[in-house]
């Protein structure tokens, strides 16, 4: 009787080990699943509404030194909201997700969700967000970008990084403002190029970032291609 007592604890002890860790953690994913979600869907919100330069209430913080903003998720969905228009492709297979959530495998075939943005009855340009493989340390992981182009769909009004895994201080410098700014008003046909070596001097080109040419040349495929993926699907697109 005492041996099978002991049996009973152990059983229940291996239990108890195995399914209250699973349980916790269970409980920390339904906790912080709907902030992860609401942190990629606010910071997508505030890419297309950055590109576009439509304000939105942001506040400079400075503690201990250290400088950092802090930004009003309300106001940005209200803003973002009155000035957005987000068009859903016809296509019936479309699985819209958020960026960052998105994997390579459930990437949608058909068609694009198209961000438009009208102001006094004349548009202003259109984006769309792209995902696909990453180009630096971590080739497994999902980089987003939101890629907007004036109301002629062939000049870049500009890109905005949303998630990526590129290697810090070299890759990972495609968020720095100074690599950003150079695809703004640049030329998407034939296709843009990004040249190390020389200065970028073409209404197509733009200047590698130094000491990344894997990321470089991937940033320039990743453009090409989503654009000609962009371009082959507006017969489904009411402008």
Not at 78 to 84: A, S
Not at 182 to 195: D, E
Request: proline share 3%; net charge positive.
């Amino acid at each position: 009787m005492e041996e099978l007592k002991k049996i009973i604890l152990r059983i229940v002890s291996i239990l108890l080990i195995t399914f209250l860790p699973c349980g916790g953690l269970l409980m920390v994913y339904f906790y912080t699943s709907p902030k992860i979600a609401e942190y990629y869907d606010v910071k997508e919100k505030r890419a297309v509404l950055d590109i576009f330069k439509i304000p939105y209430r942001a506040k400079e913080n400075n503690i201990l030194g250290f400088h950092f903003k802090s930004y009003d998720k309300k106001d940005i969905k209200e803003v973002f909201g009155k000035n957005i228009t987000i068009e859903e492709p016809t296509s019936v297979s479309w699985n819209v997700q958020r960026a960052g959530t998105q994997t390579v495998k459930e990437k949608p075939n058909g068609g694009k969700r198209i961000f438009k943005y009208v102001k006094d009855g004349n548009l202003q340009g259109v984006g769309f967000v792209e995902s696909r493989m990453g180009y630096g340390y971590n080739k497994s992981s999902i980089m987003s970008l939101f890629i907007c182009v004036e109301p002629d769909l062939e000049t870049l009004k500009g890109i905005e990084v949303l998630d990526h895994s590129e290697t810090p201080g070299l890759g990972g410098r495609l968020t720095e403002d100074q690599f950003k700014k150079q695809f703004i008003g640049k030329k998407l046909r034939p296709r843009i190029l990004v040249v190390k070596g020389r200065k970028a001097a073409g209404a197509n080109e733009v200047d590698a970032i130094t000491g990344a040419t894997n990321t470089s040349k991937g940033i320039e495929s990743f453009l090409n291609d989503a654009m000609k993926e962009f371009w082959e699907g507006q017969g489904d697109i009411k402008w």
